[in-house]
């Protein structure tokens, strides 16, 4: 047997290449294709035509998907602000927790083990016009939450943001724990000797130490806001009158409602290309000396 | 030795060919699923068909989502000897495709044509030949709480300005004037939408546009829209407000027209079955009612619309089509089996759009119930019938009426604006030859 076949080398493609086969023809091939589609009309059954770029000028004409687009980055612009605040505040507060802290931990991370279909479920029942708060004030003779937020198309979008965002930082406040307790004793110990309070240690030890934490979060935050679904799906699909229709959402609407499968592979398009642009940002700033 | 293997040799080739010669053909069948359904289909129907003959064996396979299961199924050239779709619409993306056989032989070889109600056959005729058969057919129509509408001296409405006055004097007693909610199915808009095209525009105008002789932009199809903006919007008429029914599901709004928390439910005759079972546990009892007409264009007499819930057609690829076709006969060649089937099950379900006669029916039927199935053959046989969305819409128009319908609700556009945007659909899907087969008037 040629000894290049039995080096360290080979040994280790050899373990890649079952990873390297399922990954191509699951993720690398489908991708691909999908790069092709949105060149065509296909309708995800039949003949397939070549329409060159109608599909992109069309989705600049389309105001459904430009609404989408702008729920999106409210979407991430609400999930890097509120969890984050939230969880970073959770965190701190439970590292001066001594007993009972598995408790707390548990608490606020329960929600991200629970399904998205029973979050949903849960939140559509607390709100539901009915039985839930609304229908509980009501016979105190109170008008509150008589109509569900999910059912409003001015507070939709910020509903399901809510619940997402419920379900959601519970494991930023892992991540952000898990960072604090990698931060040395003796800085908090020199600041106490300097007088520091709680908030500038905060500000001026934990915060900058948990930072490659905390950029990654945010990554991960801007990443995983851009394919956002289930939820908007669950709760609302993208109504009332679209006030709550994100771009993933849109997407699977134009392929498996219209069976628009070209059109939905050029919204797939533009996904990919955002995410390419975020992970480069982040890719130039790590070149900068960032600790990203 | 040998003379003990060639005797062993024989007797495995022996067998197997007896096997492949006499054993049965085996047909798969996937189903859409349904947990209420399900073990009655089973039962009645497939276990059924296999203990009556031995010429083929059917699998009964009940799919979540059938749609989404079968497509991948078909394109990969696999999947099921038969199929269910949700609908015509559906079909012609497959027969376009080649991927559903045409049963036209069949047809004629077993005289299907004969046996169903001539548009529910024709839903099924593309290019001339028979590719799917429906297994259930429903229209629009109204319940409505009987001791109820005694009690308060009510009539039920059959014209625009008694649904209107009927509505003031319900809202006045406290109550919603229709129970109905979109929490969990968003294409419910269309239910309203199609039955306002029809009662309003009416059937004939509905027809010409979907054969093209008219304009979805035209005044009756724009102030149908604006009928139901107003009686939605500013009216309430719909548990109380847009927002309401937003988030009512199935069994809110049902629990909530069997308790009196409104007068009436406008639905499709999927709720026979859930108003008797929740009225059977009150002291009210119900009844129900064709839809008024809105607009005398849409004709005096009242019209049903009709509408095919579910297809069976059979894979092109399937090596047991002859079999197939031997389980679609044996389901449509019996009136009263059919009927009985449909019975367990609530006439919710597999309501087979044959020709029946009142020697049909069990005599122990509700007499609504049968009320509802001849008065409906006898409607649609003498041409007072209209058209459902979810039957005669192509994909693209048909998902614009529901998505954008909220829309128009929101006011964000205008009705005339939502015809524009079908119009458009229209004409695209025309272009692309997506049109589904409408059975000449």
């Known amino acids: ?292 | 030795m040998n003379k003990i293997l060639n005797i062993f040799l024989t007797f495995i080739l022996t067998a197997f060919f007896a096997t492949s010669t006499f054993a049965a053909t085996k047909v798969v069948w996937w189903m859409e699923s349904s947990a209420d359904t399900d073990p009655t289909v089973q039962e009645m129907m497939c276990d059924a068909f296999n203990a009556e003959q031995d010429e083929v064996e059917l699998e009964c396979v009940f799919k979540e989502d059938i749609n989404d299961t079968i497509r991948p199924a078909l394109l990969s050239g696999s999947g099921p000897d038969m199929f269910d779709t949700p609908g015509a619409s559906y079909i012609k993306i497959y027969q376009d495709a080649g991927l559903v056989k045409s049963m036209q032989e069949y047809a004629d070889q077993y005289g299907w044509q004969d046996k169903l109600l001539g548009w529910a056959y024709n839903s099924g005729v593309f290019d001339g030949e028979l590719y799917s058969i429906p297994k259930n057919y429903e229209t629009m129509i109204y319940f409505y709480n009987k001791t109820l509408f005694e009690e308060n001296g009510w009539s039920t409405p059959n014209t625009l300005e008694e649904v209107e006055s009927l509505a003031a004097k319900i809202k006045a007693k406290g109550m919603n004037v229709y129970a109905y909610g979109s929490a969990g199915w968003q294409p419910t808009h269309e239910h309203l939408v199609g039955n306002y095209f029809n009662t309003y525009a009416g059937p004939e105008n509905v027809y010409k546009a979907l054969i093209g002789e008219k304009k979805w932009t035209d005044p009756e199809f724009v102030e149908a829209i604006e009928l139901l903006r107003k009686h939605m919007v500013d009216e309430g008429y719909w548990s109380g407000n847009l927002e309401t029914y937003y988030s009512l599901d199935w069994d809110d709004f049902n629990n909530e027209f069997a308790t009196r928390g409104s007068a009436m439910l406008m639905i499709g005759t999927w709720g026979f079955n859930v108003t008797a079972t929740n009225f059977g546990e009150s002291s009210d009892d119900w009844d129900w009612n064709p839809l008024p007409i809105l607009n005398s264009q849409a004709g005096s007499a009242p019209n049903y619309q009709l509408a095919t819930g579910g297809t069976m057609s059979i894979n092109s690829s399937s090596k047991n089509a002859d079999g197939a076709a031997k389980v679609i006969d044996w389901i449509l060649s019996d009136k009263a089996r059919a009927l009985k089937v449909t019975g367990s099950l609530g006439y919710g379900a597999w309501l087979l759009p044959l020709k029946y006669t009142d020697a049909d029916f069990d005599p122990n039927i509700d007499p609504r119930q049968k009320r509802f199935l001849t008065e409906f053959a006898e409607a649609s046989d003498s041409g007072n019938y209209g058209y459902t969305t979810w039957t005669f819409y192509p994909n693209d128009p048909g998902v614009h009426i529901w998505k954008d319908m909220e829309v128009v609700w929101a006011g964000d556009i205008t009705p005339l604006e939502f015809m524009e945007e079908s119009q458009r659909l229209w004409d695209q899907a025309r272009a692309d030859d997506a049109l589904v087969p409408v059975g000449k008037r």
């Open chain 1, 1 to 292: 047997m040629p000894k290049f076949l039995t080096s360290i080398n080979a040994i280790s493609w050899y373990f890649l290449f079952p990873v390297i086969f399922i990954h191509f023809f699951v993720v690398a091939f489908p991708s691909i294709l999908s790069l092709l589609l949105c060149l065509t009309d296909w309708n995800g059954f039949g003949r397939i035509n070549y329409v060159g770029l109608e599909n992109f000028q069309e989705l600049f004409r389309d105001r459904v998907f430009k609404k989408a687009v702008k729920h999106n980055i409210i979407w991430t612009v609400m999930f890097l602000t509120i969890p984050v605040i939230v969880a970073l505040v959770i965190a701190y507060l439970l590292t001066g927790i001594k007993r009972g802290q598995l408790f707390y931990r548990l608490v606020y991370f329960f929600p991200y083990i629970l399904a998205s279909i029973v979050n949903c479920l849960i939140w559509r029942y607390i709100f539901h016009p009915r039985h839930g708060l609304g229908g509980w004030f009501e016979n105190q003779g109170i008008d509150f939450l008589a109509k569900s937020p999910f059912a409003m198309k001015e507070t939709a979008l910020y509903a399901v943001a809510w619940v997402d965002m419920w379900h959601f930082w519970g494991f930023l406040v892992i991540i952000y724990l898990t960072g604090m307790y990698q931060v040395d004793d003796s800085l908090y110990e020199a600041a106490d000797i300097e007088g520091a309070t709680k908030f500038q240690k905060f500000r001026y030890i934990t915060l900058p130490m948990i930072r490659p934490i905390f950029v990654l979060s945010l990554i991960i935050i801007i990443i995983w806001s851009v394919p956002t679904f289930d939820y908007v799906y669950i709760l609302t699909m993208g109504g009332p009158a679209y006030s709550s229709e994100v771009v993933a959402n849109h997407l699977y609407s134009q392929a498996f409602q219209r069976m628009n499968v070209g059109y939905a592979s050029t919204i797939g398009v533009m996904m990919f290309f955002y995410v390419g642009i975020i992970v480069g940002f982040f890719a130039i700033l790590r070149r900068m000396g960032w600790e990203v």
